[in-house]
Nanobody, 116 residues
Framework: QVQLVESGGALVQSGGSLRLSCAAS????????MGWYRQAPGKQRELVAF???????DYADSVKGRFTISRDNARNTVYLQMNSLKPEDTAVYYC??????????WGQGTQVTVSS
């Protein structure tokens, strides 16, 4: 059974930094694409960043240069380092990975709130 557990969300001031973590189990982590997504109130869930098993990464334009996704295959964990946070980054952040049914396995989410 796939399980994704996010942590690290908090209330932070504009310009601050946070590091989110997502611990995975039940998958062959080192070959899985791992993604960070976010959903703000009243908005659709959007992809923030993803990292492939070989380490290739990509980011949403809104976070390029501020966020960094990384993975530790020995720990089955993916991270999202968020710097220069803005109020518009406020959202619930989810970890996700594709499943064999064509859908996505999700974690429970972690709240990030950026105050102005």
């Amino acid at each position: 059974q796939v399980q994704l557990v996010e942590s690290g969300g908090a209330l932070v001031q504009s310009g601050g930094s946070l590091r989110l973590s997502c611990a995975a189990s039940g998958i062959i982590f080192k070959i899985n694409v791992m993604g960070w997504y976010r959903q703000a109130p009243g908005k659709q869930r959007e992809l923030v960043a993803f990292i492939k098993g070989v380490g290739t990464t990509d980011y949403a334009d809104s976070v390029k240069g501020r966020f960094t996704i990384s993975r530790d295959n020995a720990r089955n964990t993916v991270y999202l380092q968020m710097n220069s946070l803005k109020p518009e980054d406020t959202a619930v952040y989810y970890c996700g990975t594709p499943n064999f049914r064509g859908g996505t396995n999700w974690g429970q989410g972690t709240q990030v709130t950026v105050s102005s």
